[in-house]
């Protein structure tokens, strides 16, 4: 077993799906994993210290698991079977351990709001890990070149500003709609 921590939730721009990515304690390798908007959420929230007004479904559960006696051990991800990631919530109840089947989703949110550790099978890291460091963040083509850098800011003078001068002078405040776009064809 691997001991990972929340790194982030991202957000696909494009599909708005989410993905919670964990990474490992003692190394730079990640492991993203699709989840639902419900559970991004929830464990967005806890990770940030929001306490709802009304228990979620993880806060309902994390209270029953308390009420009958146990207590949250650790969370552990335990497989990774056609795609789909399966997990397992590790209670330890009046001296014996009860591991139950989750969505890891549902027990990573579980794990922020009790504070538990997660760790990861060394066979799904291995087989979905990805490692990230800044050699390979240089590289990545949609990162500028020297954006950590300094650069001075470009000098604004009469002559880089006359485009935008000309193109206010053409403007007829007095009448928006002279010379540009219409709302009728008359």
């Given at each position: 077993?691997?001991?990972v921590?929340v ?6 721009l ?19 994993i699709?989840i639902?908007p ?107 070149a ?25 403007l ?5 709609n002279?010379?540009g ?6």
């Amino acid at each position: 077993m691997i001991r990972v921590v929340v790194d982030s939730i991202r957000v696909s721009l494009l599909t708005q799906h989410r993905v919670v990515v964990l990474r490992e304690t003692d190394s730079k390798r990640y492991l993203p994993i699709w989840i639902g908007p419900f559970e991004a959420d929830a464990i967005a929230m806890a990770i940030q210290g929001h306490e709802p007004q009304r228990p979620m479904t993880h806060d309902l559960l994390k209270m029953t698991i308390g009420e009958m006696g146990g207590q949250i051990s650790h969370i552990f991800v335990n497989d990774l079977q056609d795609n789909t990631f399966f997990a397992r919530i590790v209670i330890e109840q009046h001296g014996r351990t009860v591991e139950i089947d989750a969505r890891p989703s549902d027990a990573i949110a579980l794990a922020t709001r009790t504070e538990v550790p997660i760790y990861v099978e060394n066979a799904v890291l291995d087989q979905a890990g990805v490692f990230f460091d800044e050699e390979e963040q240089a590289n990545v083509p949609d990162a500028p070149a020297g954006e950590n850098e300094s650069e001075p800011e470009p000098e604004l003078n009469d002559e880089s500003m006359s485009i935008f001068r000309d193109f206010i002078n053409t403007l007829d405040l007095d009448n928006p709609n002279k010379g540009g776009e219409s709302s009728s064809n008359s």
